[in-house]
């Protein structure tokens, strides 16, 4: 029977399953497997349409791949979340039923496009909806990081404070200085937007090709990847991982990078050279990085870029909103229905 309760050994907590839709008809419906506890609104949504049969892995931690390709045989969609790789062998697992491919993340990095598209198989994901909650992340890392306050909350909790001193703990400002944006899009915009009241002075951009109507919003200046490396004083990367961005954040961008500069990403660790931007922080290349993002996630504790004053690292939070993960489910959730329905999804990638 579809419905099953999976004892899954110690660290992992029995994984319950939920099954929804008709009973008389259930047989018939679109097998789905969703790979982890969404929230809410999503679930909400699988439930009521009575369109689908599922099963989820209900569970915050991700579901074991052993697991994950047992549940995905034959099913007709899967829900995933970035930490699943959907690759040719899972898709090969899943079989010929599997029409529909939806994740609850703006970003695909862990599915294989290109096995995806070979087997027809339509991708929805979650642009838009996560924009405002990851711009104002960003924004808040950035002034964290710029204006030291993890170092300076643990100065306060640890008796470093002592009087008042006047070249103490300062940091860098926006005003008057110069923002570049790695990546233009939705996002990138959004951060300009928020940055623009701090009195920033002049936003700059790189990107495969000038993206006019995007930069017209926010009066941005389209560059090359040196000079935008050169002139930032705020460099935020916005970019997806692709084949062509992976490791671009390297020493040779990190060497033409002033002094005083902070460099953040949201986007994705693959981005980054992480030993490279060690040797940049740590030497005084450049003056700090805020990474939300890191490879692998999560960062080992033991991971030498924690022991950096001027590093300041987050666990993949960005889009992190009671609000914002809701929606991204329900998104997610209308996405894997309408394929399943052979609609267009609300929102689709284009394969
Ligand atoms: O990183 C988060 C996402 O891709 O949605």
Redesign the pocket.
């Known amino acids: 029977m579809w419905c099953s309760r999976t004892a899954l050994g110690r660290l992992q907590r029995i994984a319950p399953c939920t099954v929804t839709g008709h009973h008389r008809a259930m047989s018939a419906l679109p097998k789905v497997y969703v790979t982890r506890r969404i929230p809410p609104d999503g679930l909400d949504i699988l439930r009521k349409s009575g369109q689908v049969q599922f099963e989820l892995w209900d569970s915050d931690d991700p579901v074991p791949r052993v697991e994950l390709l047992n549940k995905v045989k034959g099913c007709d969609g899967i829900l995933c979340v ?1 930490t699943e790789k959907i690759d040719a062998q899972l898709l090969d697992v899943a079989g010929p039923n599997l029409k529909v491919l939806s994740t609850m ?3 695909y990095d862990h599915l294989s496009l290109e096995e995806l598209k070979k087997r027809g198989i339509r991708v929805g994901y ?1 642009p838009e909806v ?1 924009t405002d909650a990851v711009a104002e992340l960003t924004v808040a890392l950035l002034l964290a990081t710029s204006r030291r306050l993890i170092e300076a909350t643990h100065e306060a909790k640890t008796g470093g404070w002592g009087t008042w001193r006047t070249m103490w703990l300062c940091g860098h400002e926006l005003a008057n200085s110069t923002v570049g944006i790695l990546g233009l899009g939705r996002i990138g915009v959004a951060i300009a937007e928020r940055l623009k009241p701090f009195k920033v002075k002049k936003f700059i951009y790189t990107d495969v090709e000038p993206r006019t109507e995007l930069a017209n919003m926010i009066n941005a200046e389209y560059v090359s990847l040196d000079e935008l490396a050169k002139q930032s004083d705020f460099l935020a990367i916005c970019c997806a991982l692709t084949p062509e961005t992976h490791g671009i954040c390297n020493w040779n961008l990190f060497s033409k990078m002033k002094k005083n500069a902070i460099f953040i990403n949201t986007s994705r660790g693959g981005v980054v050279n992480q030993e490279d931007l060690y040797e940049a922080l740590s030497t005084g290349l450049i003056a700090g990085a805020g990474l939300d993002v890191t490879t692998p996630e999560p960062l080992p504790t033991h991971h030498p870029l924690y022991t950096l004053k001027n590093c300041v690292i987050l666990p ?1 939070i ?2 992190a909103s009671y609000t914002t993960r809701n929606a ?1 489910s329900a998104l997610a959730a209308n996405n894997l229905l309408a394929g399943l329905r052979g609609e267009a999804m609300p929102k689709e990638l284009k394969l």
Request: charged residues 0%; without cysteine.
């Open positions: 970035l993340s703006v970003g979650t996560l993949h960005a889009s991204m």
